[in-house]
């Protein structure tokens, strides 16, 4: 597969760094056969999550859904509220990246693997202010063993309107221990104590 890196064949757009560069020997990303289906809402993975959590009363409240076409790809949406200011009446550049990584994130819906975020390189291409509806658009470009890697664009006015800002990122393929181990306590036994077991397997599925 071809290596090219995208960022270079976009004008005034600063190259990748190595390490989000495909190696030669990646592979084409290859859809779940039980991922959900295309235009299917995937749901929060985590109610108390910042990015998609219905329990955070001031995250993203971020929704996704499985990319319509070939490929590994979803779309979200998200709302920038006054919560989510940096200056005055515009959206934090932090806010903005979380909405990112969280919808590069959920891309693992459609691999049916459990990823974190490895590497994040974020472009900041025009101000989003506050009110506005950012459409986000995400994409797995390649796999290279435990290693995915994939790109992601949110746009303002629109789904096809001008780019606001950007993202390539690495993620790393990991066991569910890896969120046992290192997870507070308090939550772990809590996700695990939930009687319902869609909601206690959703809270490890997938984690951006």
């Known amino acids: 597969m071809s290596t090219d890196n995208p960022r270079e064949a976009t004008p005034g757009r600063p190259a990748a760094s190595a390490a989000l560069t495909p190696p030669a020997d990646a592979i084409a990303p290859l859809r779940h056969p039980e991922a959900p289906a295309p235009g299917e809402l995937l749901g929060a993975h985590y109610e108390h999550c910042f990015g998609c959590g219905e329990g955070q009363p001031h995250g993203l409240h971020l929704a996704a ?5 070939p490929g590994v790809r979803v779309s979200a949406e998200f709302t920038v509220k006054p919560a989510h200011q940096g200056a005055p009446g515009l959206a934090h550049g932090g ?4 909405a990112l990584d969280e919808t590069l994130g959920s891309l693992q819906w459609l691999l049916r693997v459990i990823a974190v975020t490895g590497r994040l390189e974020t472009d900041f291409v025009r101000p989003v202010p506050v009110g506005t509806v950012l459409h986000l658009d995400a994409e797995v470009t390649a796999v290279h063993g435990r290693k995915i890697y994939s790109t992601a664009t949110g746009r303002i006015g629109g789904p096809t ?6 993202a390539d990122a690495l993620f790393i393929e990991v066991k569910v221990d890896h969120f046992i181990d290192n997870g507070r306590p308090e939550e772990i036994q809590a996700a695990m104590a939930d009687p319902d077991q869609v909601r206690r397997a959703r ?3 997938v984690n951006p």
């Not at 859904?65 to 076409?69: N, Q, V, W």
């Not at 806010?95 to 979380?98: G, I, M």
């Open 203 to 205: 809270a490890f599925e």
């Open 95 to 98: 806010v903005l990246a979380t």
């Open 65 to 69: 859904r499985a990319g319509e076409g």
């Open 161 to 166: 309107g001008p780019v606001a800002v950007r």
